[in-house]
Structure formats: C-alpha cells, structure tokens
C-alpha cells in the first residue's frame, strides 16, 4: 500500500505540481537570447516535447524502481529519476518562459510509459535495463535532432537540451554496466514508433 501511495503521489506531482531543480538550470555564460515570434514558437513547441519526454522519464522510472526487487538496481533507477526530475524542472521553466504550454494529453503520455516501464520490469531486471538503455539512446538521438533544429539564437533552450543529452547518455552507459539485456530489433522498432506518434502530437497539442 506505501508503494502505491508513493507511486500515486509521484504521478501528481509529475503532472500537477510545479517541479523543483536539484540542480541549477543550464546557461551559456555571456549568451542572452532574442527570438523573433517565429523562433519562439518553434522553440516552444520543441521544448513542449522535451517536457513530455520528461513526464514519460517519471514514470519509466517510478514502474521500474517499483518491479525490481534488488535494492541496489532500485536506487539507480531513483537517482535516474531525480536526474530526470531536472530535466522535468528545467524543460517546464523554459516552457513559461517562451510563454509555451505543457501538452494536454500529459496524463495519457505518463500512463503510457508507466505500463510501459511495468511491463519491461515485470520481464525482468536485465530486460527492464535493456529497455533502459534503448530508451535513453532514442532520446539521447532526439536531443541531437532538437539542437539542429532550435533556433539559433535560444540559447537558454539549447543549452538546457545539451544538458539533458549528455544525462541521458550516461544513464544508458550505467544501465549496460548493470547488465543490460540487449533488446530484439523489432521491440526497439516499435518503440521508435511509439516515441515518433508521442512527439509528433505533443509538437502541437
């Protein structure tokens, strides 16, 4: 019943709370950024995106930490998550600031993962690794696409996406180091489809 409760008030506070850094939001010293209505728009849109990604990370994380029995996998997947939660903070930060919107379909994203991440687990702990792993390469490939494609001049955004892809690729680097299972390619070919129908619909609503 506490790991419900736990899991209950993670996800309230994933979608509905005003999520808090532990660590400070990336910049470029020196830098200030000036966009036109275009550039903003465009920015706000890819950040939106961004931030579902995070909302998503949440939730793999709080079901896999929740399937494994081994403690010490469970607190890499916690300390995965807290990394994850700036992502979150920061990405949301962004969002108020290019005067953006969350997506609406946030809660249906995050009980997507959820039983994503739930059922990797339940097959598991080298298998909810390999997941793991493949989900943070798909992203880590996702960052690399938003930097050629943020403006130029936002480089408030482009530094907190350079942030995230550099996280995300160690927390696939310690997922290998932990005994990854390496995913069938058709899994990982679904996946690819899944996170293209995600951020391709959470780019506009």
């Not at 309230?12 to 000036?34: M, N, Y």
Request: some cysteine; hydrophobic content about 45%; aromatic content about 4%.
């Amino acid at each position: 019943m506490d790991a419900l409760l736990k899991i209950a008030d993670g996800a309230l506070r994933t979608l509905f709370a005003k999520p808090r850094a532990s660590r400070s939001c990336p910049t470029l010293a020196g830098e200030i950024t000036a966009l036109s209505a275009s550039d903003k728009a465009l920015a706000g849109a890819l950040m939106r995106v961004n931030h579902v990604g995070e909302v998503c990370a949440q939730a793999l994380y709080a079901s896999q930490a929740l399937s494994t029995r081994n403690p010490v996998l469970r607190q890499q997947f916690l300390e995965a998550s807290k990394e994850e939660g700036d992502h979150l903070a920061w990405t949301r930060e962004r969002l108020d600031e290019l005067g953006a919107r969350p997506s609406l379909l946030n809660p249906l994203w995050y009980a997507g993962a959820f039983g994503m991440g739930l059922l990797a687990g339940r097959l598991g702990d080298r298998v909810s690794l390999g997941f793991v792993v493949e989900t943070e390469r798909q992203v880590e490939a996702h960052l690399v696409s938003h930097l050629e494609r943020l403006p130029e001049g936002d480089h408030a955004s482009r530094a907190i996406v350079a942030q995230m892809k550099d996280d995300e690729a160690r927390h696939a680097v310690e997922a290998e180091g932990a005994g990854a299972l390496a995913l069938p390619a058709p899994v990982k070919a679904l996946m690819r489809s899944a996170a293209k129908v995600m951020t391709t619909t959470a780019h506009y609503i």
